[in-house]
């Protein structure tokens, strides 16, 4: 292995997978027919290329906000819905889908997200969603969040999915034939979690998600280091990131991934692309890191990346044109840089990232000798 080879060994790679890609004209340049983004065949095609080139984890962005009016493609299926749907066509990736903490209820989230891993066996986990503006609000009857609230509220409700996750214990489904119980009832647990702006009561209504927690994954500006296991770092240049990634790992993020959007050289040059992208729908600065070129010079990226963080999201600017430059000139080379984590049929999300199954905060303390 050379040195420049070694330098992606062990970097995780997730790839977000919403409609036809990261850019707002993605849609024009997808190879087909508008409205087929909404047809449940194509995420589950384009998820499934995501496994089989080696991807850790796909993610499904998602809004509150209702079609607009704008050049953008107009309307998406729900992320969750979406992630549940392609569970049973894949074997080996994380999915995570984006769920918006300021207009989803918490027991409802934490339900839905174990649930997921249950049909998935393991593999699910949670984008944290931060919408907090007027318009974002307006679909649930709600006033634009300040960013202290926003922060405040993304929070309570990861704890209180924490909580609700913990609310069985691990071998609380006894099946008990002889008896006729189902569950031990003590081992199922209620919370009563008090937030600023909601309370939970519990236990779920699911039982304690294979995983034992759900991978969390939260943006940088959530400031919610310590309680997620993935905080995502937008910043628009390598340096920025690297400073973001510091400071999450002093405040005891477990790993960091860097945010990185990708419009790759393919039959026309990437900036040629991004041009004639921009043109149709000029896209608003999203604040992360930004690469047109080759898939060499993306490959460059990434080694520099490697040195600061654990992995990184990629952002393709259109699925149908990034994704198999990425599939045919990247992902190779960097599993054959050295013991990247590839997952594994059966392996959970946690066991792909080096993530330890946490034990529920009801069991009882394992006996020691004295």
Do not use: C
């Not at 992606?8 to 027919?33: F, K, M, N, Q, T």
């Not at 209180?160 to 913990?166: I, K, N, V």
């Not at 510091?246 to 990185?260: D, H, K, N, Q, Y």
């Amino acid at each position: 292995m050379t040195d420049r080879e070694a330098g992606l060994s062990g970097l995780h790679l997730a790839l977000e997978v919403d409609g036809d890609g990261a850019h707002p004209a993605a849609w024009r340049h997808s190879g087909r027919p508008p409205g087929a983004v909404l047809a449940p065949g194509a995420v589950r095609e384009v998820v499934v290329a995501a496994e089989d080139a080696g991807f850790g984890l796909v993610t499904f962005a998602d809004s509150p906000l209702p079609p607009g009016t704008g050049p953008e493609a107009a309307g998406r299926l729900e992320a969750g819905t979406r992630a549940s749907y392609v569970s049973p066509s894949t074997h080996r990736i994380g999915i995570a889908p984006t769920l918006h903490v300021a207009t989803t209820e918490p027991f409802h989230l934490a339900t839905q997200l174990a649930s997921l891993d249950h049909i998935s066996h393991g593999r699910a986990g949670w984008v944290v969603g931060a919408a907090a503006d007027e318009d974002d609000l307006a679909t649930v009857g709600g006033a634009a969040l300040p960013a202290a609230a926003l922060v405040r509220e993304a929070a309570d409700v990861i704890d209180t999915a924490r909580a609700l996750w913990d609310s069985w214990e691990d071998d609380a489904v006894i099946k008990d034939v002889a008896t006729g119980r189902f569950l031990d009832p003590r081992r199922v647990h209620h919370i009563d979690f008090e937030g600023t702006s909601f309370s939970v009561k519990g236990p779920l209504i699911t039982p304690r998600p294979p995983q034992g927690q759900i991978v969390v994954l939260a943006p940088d500006v959530l400031d919610a280091d310590a309680r997620v296991d993935v905080v995502l770092v937008g910043r628009p240049d390598p340096a920025a990131i690297a400073a973001r990634a510091a400071t999450a790992r002093e405040a005891g993020a477990p790993l960091v991934f860097a945010e990185v959007e990708v419009v790759l050289d393919a039959a026309a040059p990437a900036t040629d692309r991004l041009a004639e992208l921009d043109a149709a729908a000029g896209r608003p600065a999203s604040g992360r890191l930004r690469h047109a070129g080759s898939a060499e010079s993306l490959l460059e990226l990434l080694r520099e990346l490697a040195e600061s963080v654990d992995g990184v999201r990629l952002h393709p600017a259109v699925l149908a044109v990034d994704l198999p430059v990425l599939v045919e000139s990247v992902l190779p080379k960097v599993a054959g840089a050295g013991p990247r984590r590839v997952p594994r049929a059966g392996s959970t999300l946690r066991e792909t990232l080096g993530l330890s199954r946490p034990v529920s905060r009801f069991a009882a303390p394992a006996a020691t000798n004295a």
